[in-house]
């Protein structure tokens, strides 16, 4: 619990016993950890690793440079350097801003 109130700041102080022991359930249910033997110490199970590693990744990769264009898309011309990286953030764009008109997210 400290080392989640030390990683989380401000809005980590209400982060408890009654909270981590919601999450373990929570994991173990889904598969994504289990007990270490009779302790009160627990493990990443394979398919845990993958699937936290995967939300990282999309966090940090895809959602977050996302969420920072979607408000102020540049308009004008584009860089005659673009790589094929830079055309799939382009496309994800719009299809986001799509998505967020749908939803009524968009201003």
Known sequence: MRKVRRIAGPSGENYGPRQA????????????????????????TCVGIRAMTALLVLRDKVLQPLLA???HRKRGARPTNATPLDHCYDTLQIAMQGLFREIGLAA
Do not use: F, M, P
């Open 69 to 71: 264009n979607a408000c």
């Open 21 to 44: 022991a919601y999450d373990l359930k929570k994991l173990r249910a889904k598969g994504l950890a289990e007990r270490i033997g009779n302790t009160h110490h627990y493990t990443l």
